[in-house]
C-alpha cells in the first residue's frame, strides 16, 4: 500500500540498505579541533573551545548570551531555574512533546500542567492557552495562580516541534499579560526563524539541544541564551557549582549544579556549527522534494507555517487514522525505512497521570496520526 513512499524515500537515500530516521555528519573540521584539544589537555569544563562556541552561538541566533550546558535538559532545567520555578509551582507545556521537557520541570519539585497544541504546528497553541488561562487563571500582585489548585503557574515551557516554530510571538504576548515567563524549548530548531528571528530569542530564556540525533551534535550537549544579562551571568554561576571567583579559594555561595560543557564537547560543536548552514540548505531541499511527492500521493505533509521557516529537523506526515499510521510503521520499518510515531502524551504516561491539563483534542488526533520520516543530512 504505501510501497510508493518507500520507494521514493530509497531514491533520496541511494546505496543504503538500512536508512535510519536520522545520524549526525561528521565532514568538517571535528577531527581537527578535537585532536587539538587533546593537544591542550584542556578537556573539561573550562577551555577556548566553550568560549568559542558560546560566541559563534550568539551571532548564529541573534542571542546577547549564550551559556554552553552539558545537555538539553539540564539546559531546561536551569533555565527553568533562572525563572524563578519553585518547589509546588505549576509550569505550563505541552502534552505533545518529548518527555525531557516534563522532566526538566518535575526536577524543580514543580508540577507540569499541559495545554493543547495547533495541528498546524504541533507546538502549543497562543488561541487555545489565551481562552484556557482565562477560564483558569487569576494574577494577583502581577503573580498568577490556577484559580482550581491556587498554586502559582510560574513559567510556561513551549516547543518548536521538529524544527518546526510556532506563533511564539503571539505565545509570548498571552504569556506576558498572565505575567508568566517564557522558557523556549528550542532543543529541535536550531536554524529555524519566526518573522527572522531565532527561535529560542522571543522567551526570557531559550535552550537547545546537541544531542547525537539532533540537526547538529556534539555528542551529547545544550545551551542556554538570554538577552538579560543578570541571568546570563547567574547561569554561568550555577552550572560551574556556584563557585565564587577566586584565585585560590574554594567558597560557593549557594546550591550549585554541574552543568557546564566539556571543552572536548565544544570542540566537537565548533566544527559541527561550521556546517549548520550548509545542513540546514540540504534539510530543507529533502524536505521539498518529499513535499512534492507527498502531495501527488495525497499523503499529508507538515510544512512550515507563514512567517516561519523550519531547519525541518524531523520530517513529518499525518495519516488518516490510527489504522493507517501503524500499517504506515509496520511496512516502512519491515523494508528497512526507518520511521517512528510521535511520542506518546504526557498525560498518559504514569508519573505525570495526575497533572492538572486542558482539553487535550488536538494532541490526541496527532498521536493518532503523526509519524517521522528519515531525515538525515544528505551526502
Ligand atoms: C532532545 C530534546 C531535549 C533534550 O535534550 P538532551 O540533550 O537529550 O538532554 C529537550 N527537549 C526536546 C523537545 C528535545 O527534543
Known amino acids: 500500500m504505501f510501497k510508493n513512499v518507500i520507494n521514493f524515500i530509497k531514491t533520496q537515500f541511494p546505496n543504503e540498505d538500512f536508512i ?134 510560574a513559567a510556561c515551557v513551549p516547543m518548536h516541534t521538529f524544527g518546526l516554530p510556532i506563533c511564539i510571538d503571539e505565545l509570548v504576548a498571552v504569556c506576558n499579560e498572565y505575567h508568566i515567563p517564557v522558557v523556549e524549548d528550542a532543543a529541535e530548531s536550531l536554524g529555524s526563524f519566526y518573522k527572522e528571528q531565532h527561535t529560542g530569542t522571543f522567551g526570557l530564556l531559550g535552550t537547545f539541544s546537541f544531542n547525537g540525533n539532533k540537526t547538529i551534535t556534539c555528542g551529547g550537549g545544550g545551551a542556554i541564551i538570554t538577552n538579560d544579562d543578570d541571568l546570563a551571568q547567574k547561569a554561568k554561576h550555577l552550572s560551574t557549582q556556584a563557585k565564587v571567583p577566586h584565585k585560590w579559594e574554594y567558597v560557593h555561595d549557594e546550591i550549585g549544579y554541574n552543568y557546564r560543557m566539556p571543552n572536548l564537547n565544544a570542540a566537537l560543536a565548533c566544527a559541527q556549527l561550521e556546517q549548520l548552514e550548509q545542513f540546514i540548505l540540504n534539510k530543507r531541499a529533502l524536505a521539498h522534494q518529499y513535499h512534492t511527492f507527498l502531495d501527488s500521493q495525497n499523503i499529508e505533509y507538515i510544512k512550515e507555517q507563514q512567517n516561519a521557516i523550519s531547519n525541518y529537523w524531523l520530517n513529518t506526515v499525518v495519516l488518516k487514522n490510527r489504522f493507517e499510521r501503524d500499517q504506515f510503521l509496520e511496512q516502512t520499518n519491515s523494508k528497512g525505512v526507518m520511521t517512528r510515531p510521535i511520542w506518546a502524551l504526557m498525560n498518559k504516561l504514569e508519573m505525570f497521570k495526575d497533572c492538572p491539563k486542558s482539553d487535550l483534542s488536538n494532541a490526541e488526533w496527532i498521536e493518532d496520526r503523526v509519524v517521522n520520516i528519515p531525515s538525515s543530512v544528505r551526502a
Open 20 to 153: 535510519p530516521l536520522h545520524v549526525p555528519q561528521f565532514s568538517g573540521n571535528e577531527k581537527k579541533y578535537l585532536n587539538d584539544c587533546i593537544d591542550s589537555t584542556f578537556v573539561s569544563s573550562v577551555g577556548a573551545y566553550v568560549d568559542l562556541f558560546e560566541q559563534k552561538m550568539c551571532e548564529y541566533t541573534g542571542a546577547k548570551h549564550c551559556i554552553a550546558i552539558v545537555n538539553g535538559t539540564n539546559a531546561l532545567h536551569l533555565s527553568l531555574i533562572l525563572a524563578g520555578v519553585k518547589k509546588e509551582d505549576e509550569v505550563l507545556t505541552q502534552a505533545l512533546t518529548f518527555i525531557a521537557t516534563a522532566n526538566a520541570i518535575s526536577y524543580c519539585n514543580a508540577t507540569p500542567h499541559f495545554v493543547d497544541v495547533d495541528k498546524e504546528t504541533l507546538g502549543l497553541s497562543p488561541t487555545l492557552l489565551k481562552k484556557y488561562l482565562s477560564e483558569i487563571a487569576e494574577v494577583k500582585n502581577n503573580i498568577c495562580y490556577n484559580k482550581k489548585t491556587e498554586k502559582k503557574i
